[in-house]
């Protein structure tokens, strides 16, 4: 619920700054989905429905890069996706910078995989929209897990 209201909040500051058209704009979605992910992610490390969802989709991923013959980048997803299950519970996913940091490097790699140069274009509006989609969902469920207070003077 937290990605939710995040991600729609990004999405409508999109609107805002003229990124996007309107609500009806397939972006609009994207942007919102891009922060429930995030916001759904941290928990891929422990039996979570969250955590089963990824895994269904994972392994939909896998198996049409298989069957489309793109073993590198089924290679880089089954990498990936077993990160989480390296540390314990609220372990790395739960890092206080992990929602900058991952993000950033996952957005680097996604363009030279796909774009396969470097250029301008890189930092374009609607990147950094997606990128702070990823950021704020991600530190969206952070707060809600309680790792950051915003009275620190509360009783637990
Ligand atoms: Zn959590």
Known sequence: MGGLVTGSGIA??????????????????AVAATAVFFSLFPDVDTDSLPARWFYRFVVLGLIALALTGQQRLGLSLAILSMLPLLDHHRGWTHGRWMPLIAPAILGVGATLAWREEISPEWFAPLDILYYSAAVLGWYTHLLLDGLFRLFPQDLD
């Open 12 to 29: 409508g500051i999109g609107i805002l700054v003229g990124q996007i058209p309107s609500v009806l704009h397939p972006h609009w979605w």
